[in-house]
């Protein structure tokens, strides 16, 4: 007897219910593997990054450690003056972070290839906004060396006369901040803008100026022409220029030989100017593939002869894109 037309609607109904119901059963386990997938990719990445987070750090504080020992034992030498032929003013080219390890037959070369590269540089080479504040007022003689710099520069004197007024009152323990408009005190030269000073000022600055934790004098065998003429009353730019010529072939000893390379007529304060440095910046790039992390520190050196020690007064890290870039 042949099936009626109800019981094959039936069966063909059946089987199209089931078959819905097996399609639905494969997509619903398909979106749980890919769910449980795309998990354990996303953990393995985070490792990854983390491990690379943890890795970078470690590599660049061991950078900043060397520097701190290579300044430790420029000052144990006891030579007396520091200057750019010394080996702590040496950059360290880009290089293959592998190529300081080569000797160690347990270190693998499977990864990502790291390149590091930096360089210490004289934070006494530049002429420091502390300097323009003593005892709560503001320094004659610092005020006009800024002056000069703000004039070779092309810069308004008046946003000096804010800078250095605002730095007075964000220093000033007896300014009550809730009747006046004192700033924060910076702690570092992007931070110059609380007091007033504009971006575009502040980017043509940079390369002359720091700000360190208390006043300190320049070092004539450091600075840039531009600085030296700032810091030292009544020397024009071609005598500045002329002092970086002669130190470049023979670095000044003592402050008595930069005094005499400077001419009659012309007098060294040992507070304003010097030719030993206290203060040190330190520059680590590493580069791993498409990153790169990049840190600056704020070194001190202290005593002298085997006493002398290198603390880490701070550290800033910034991670950007890979961009061709030359040697820090």
């Known amino acids: 007897m042949k099936p009626s037309l109800g019981h094959r609607n039936r069966q063909r109904n059946n089987r199209g219910a089931a078959l819905l119901a097996a399609m639905l059963t494969v997509t619903l386990v398909a979106t749980l593997a890919a769910a449980a997938l795309w998990q354990q990719w996303r953990g393995v990445a985070i490792e990854t990054a983390e ?3 943890i890795e970078s750090a470690w590599i660049l504080t061991g950078a900043l450690d060397w520097s701190r020992l290579i300044l430790r034992e420029d000052g144990r030498s006891g030579s007396g003056s520091d200057h750019l032929a010394e080996p702590w003013a040496t950059p360290l ?3 293959r972070l592998s190529s300081f390890l080569s000797s160690d037959q347990t270190v693998s070369d499977d990864g990502q290839e790291a390149f590091l590269s930096g360089r210490i540089s004289d934070a006494q080479a530049r002429l420091n906004v502390s300097n323009l504040v003593q005892g709560q007022k503001i320094d004659p003689a610092a005020l006009a060396a800024f002056a000069k710099l703000f004039e070779l520069l092309g ?4 946003q000096l006369a804010t800078l250095a007024e605002n730095l007075r009152l964000a220093l000033d323990p007896g ?4 009747t006046t408009t004192a700033a924060l005190a910076p702690q570092r030269v992007e931070q110059l803008v609380w007091l007033g000073l504009p971006r ?3 980017e043509i600055l940079k390369p ?3 700000l360190l934790p208390e006043a300190t004098p320049v070092n004539l065998n450091t600075a840039s022409a531009e600085v030296i003429y700032a810091c030292v009353p009544k020397v024009d730019l071609s005598d500045a220029k002329r002092l970086v010529q002669q130190r470049e072939r023979s670095p000044f000893g003592n402050i008595t030989e930069a005094s005499k390379a400077i001419g009659a007529g012309f007098t060294l304060v040992p507070t304003q100017q010097d030719i030993k440095t206290s203060y040190f910046e330190v520059r680590g790039r590493l580069r791993l593939d498409q990153s790169v992390l990049e840190e600056l520190s704020l070194v001190q050196r202290i ?4 006493m002398t020690e290198v603390k880490t007064l701070w550290r800033e890290r910034r991670v950007s894109e890979n961009t061709p870039t030359a040697t820090p």
């Open 200 to 202: 575009a000022t502040l």
């Open 303 to 306: 005593g002298s002869g085997s």
């Open 93 to 95: 080219a880009e290089a």
């Open 175 to 178: 300014v009550n901040p809730s």
């Open 208 to 210: 002359y100026i720091t």
């Open 155 to 158: 810069l308004p004197p008046d």
């Open 51 to 53: 491990r690379s987070r």
